[in-house]
């Protein structure tokens, strides 16, 4: 094959792929929007904010590390929950800043002798601390394992059947409890549901609690906020019909502790734990032949705050794309093996195809297509079907994502936020998806390296939480 001919193939090859890439995502959101449709319909008459009186009790988890800026507003938030019947348990995980000391201080705690339960293997308990002021919060003070070992520390603590795990740095809107329980109650067969993350940057918070929705100044949480908007309201919810969601986010979400426990609990030696489990009890289930859901639930919502330092950003972003390289990895044989049903068969080769090594795929297409351009090999025509395809394409799957939080949930409730997060949609494809890309690349790296996982270090600035 001469060097023209390959050249040719190449610049085939990447154009097929950018169109393979966007145009399965178009497929989910279609998906999205008959799903959502369905959903909105189903719910519309119907409100989720008024006790039934058959809720099952749920323990809220919320692992904290160095959370000191923003954990006496999340907790606050979550003692305010609309729900009958939970309990808050917060476990320190061995944090190095005052954290533990800002919990003590605003909810008056002191030492509780309760023993707890060894069901799963985590690091050193070195207290356990119950609030004077709110009888269903307890502190779990832990020597420092990471996430998964606190996350586990919590589901032993846990008193209740179901378990919502919730980031430090969030705050759950009032109702979100009431509305992510739903589909355990729809449908005896559901082991976990997850709701939608949203960027708290710029928005007004009071005690804890959500006053109105912003956009912030600073230009990458704009970005983060159409990007968590596409990955939520058409990645996830296009996948829920076919029980086919990979990935329920760590911020939040609900499951059913004793499944957890019989799937083992989270795991250690990753750093993306919470796609680890949901991926590990999908494959339980199937293959032991046990009915099972698992669900994403579009309206119960959780605000967190986004970094607004590249720096930060990169670094959370590299851990996400090697979380997701060491889940699906560990999972192949099982996803593509006679029992891997929708999540196996369907989810998994799409993940792999496009996420997990869809960034390499991409920076080497932009790459070559550029150098071959500036190099004469690379007709303008090619290049600007390739710029179409992967530019022109992408700011319509945002823009898409957007029309449909406009058409249905409506959180931002100003035009001037609405037109301005359109404007970002568009401007987001030209520098932000590629700088995201060649982070995704770092962490590839990593998970090639095997790099020692820890817990991520981000920069709080809590403003939006006083």
């Known amino acids: ?99 533990l000391q800002r919990l003590m201080e605003e909810f008056a705690l002191e030492p509780y002798p309760e023993p707890l339960r060894r069901t799963l293997a985590h690091a050193e308990i070195r207290g356990v601390y119950c609030s004077r002021t709110y009888a269903n919060l307890r ?67 009071r005690g804890g609690f959500l006053e109105a929705a912003g956009i912030p100044r600073n230009w990458l949480a704009r970005f983060q906020i159409v990007e968590y908007l596409r990955a939520f309201l058409f990645g996830r919810l296009g996948w829920s019909p076919m029980n086919a969601v990979l990935i329920i986010s760590g911020a939040f979400g609900l499951f059913d502790r004793a499944r957890v426990i019989e799937a083992g609990g989270y795991r250690h030696d990753t750093v993306g734990e919470d796609m680890e489990l949901v991926v590990r009890l999908h494959r339980y289930h199937r293959e032991r032949r046990i009915p099972y859901r698992i669900r994403y639930v579009p ?62 795929v991409e920076l080497a297409g932009y790459a070559f297509m550029l150098a071959g351009f500036a190099l004469g090999i690379v007709s303008p025509l090619a290049l600007t079907v390739f710029l179409s395809v992967a530019i022109g394409m992408g700011i319509m799957l945002s823009v898409n994502g957007l029309l449909l939080e406009a058409l249905s949930f409506r959180v931002y409730s100003r035009k001037r936020d609405i037109v301005l997060l359109f404007c970002v949609a568009v401007i987001e494809n030209f520098g932000y998806r590629q700088l995201n890309t060649l982070w995704r690349c770092r962490g590839l790296w990593q998970w090639a390296a095997r790099r020692k996982q820890k817990w991520g270090v981000m920069k709080r600035s809590g403003t939006w939480g006083q």
């Open 139 to 205: 502190v779990i003070d832990k020597a420092n394992g990471g996430k998964a070992d606190a996350l586990n520390a919590g589901i032993n603590a846990a008193r209740n059947a179901l378990f919502c795990a919730v980031d430090a740095d969030s705050i759950l809107q009032r109702d979100s409890l009431l509305r992510v329980v739903q589909p355990f109650l729809d449908d005896e067969r559901t082991v976990a549901a997850g709701g939608t993350v949203r960027i708290a940057n710029g928005s007004r918070v």
């Open 1 to 99: 094959m001469s060097a023209g001919d390959a050249s040719l193939w190449l610049q085939v090859g990447f154009i097929g792929y950018f169109i393979a890439l966007n145009g399965g995502y178009l497929g989910l959101n279609l998906l999205s929007m008959a799903s959502l449709q369905r959903y909105m319909r189903e719910r519309g008459g119907s409100d989720a904010t008024r006790y039934l009186g058959i809720e099952p009790a749920v323990s809220l988890l919320v692992p904290a590390y160095n959370e000191e800026a923003t954990i006496r507003s999340s907790v606050r938030s979550m003692l305010q929950l609309q729900y009958p019947d939970f309990e808050l348990v917060v476990v320190n995980d061995g944090s190095k800043d005052a954290t």
């Open 299 to 360: 309206d119960p919502i959780c605000w967190t705050e986004a970094p607004e330092d590249a720096g930060t950003l990169g670094r959370q972003r590299s851990r996400w794309q090697r979380g997701l390289s060491e889940s699906l990895s560990r999972h192949a044989a099982w996803a593509l093996g006679p029992k891997g049903g929708a999540a196996g068969w369907l989810a998994w080769p799409f993940m792999a195809l496009f996420e997990w090594f869809g960034p390499l």
